[in-house]
């Protein structure tokens, strides 16, 4: 039961990211989303899902998510930033779903996707566990979808 409620909201997320554009833009205006963050709400809600962000001050980021299955799987790529947009691409040059405004303050960081069906992922500064990153799989069917 617990598979098939982590499935939908893992749905939901696509459904919600369908129809987004990557932005392109120069790095950014000065403000730093350097360091590592997990998922805490999506939607208003707590997921029943994981998701672990690491920004690096280089523009390169990992994402450790445990969303298709009970792995977790590994996502590189690069990321830049525009005022207060956040845009990405992935390591096989996928682009991100979609941008991101975001709102950076101290302990909590928060993406509002910029689509016609919103979504707000927050996210709360942590230190991602080593065994988390020991452990997660770059390698994956091509059908997973990234979280963003």
């Known amino acids: 039961m617990k598979s098939l409620k982590i499935f939908a909201l893992a749905m939901l997320a696509v459904v919600a ?8 833009g120069p790095e950014g205006d000065g403000k730093s ?11 208003d ?16 980021f990992e994402m450790y998510q445990q969303v298709w299955s009970l792995d ?8 830049t930033i525009e005022g207060n947009v956040v845009s990405g691409v992935y390591d096989n040059g996928a682009a991100w779903a979609c941008d991101y405004e975001y709102v950076l303050e101290e302990q909590t960081l928060t993406l509002h996707s910029r689509e016609t069906v919103k979504s707000k992922s927050v996210y709360e500064k942590c230190t991602i566990p080593e ?6 799989s770059a390698t994956r069917s091509s059908e997973v979808v990234p979280f963003l």
């Open 131 to 136: 065994q988390i990153k020991a452990e997660a």
């Open 17 to 24: 990211f369908v129809g987004c554009k990557p932005g392109n």
């Open 45 to 60: 809600t707590t997921p029943e899902f994981n998701v672990y962000i690491d920004f690096n001050a280089d523009g390169t």
């Open 72 to 79: 977790y799987e590994l996502f590189k790529g690069t990321y």
């Open 33 to 43: 989303l350097s360091g590592e963050w997990k998922l805490a709400t999506w939607n």
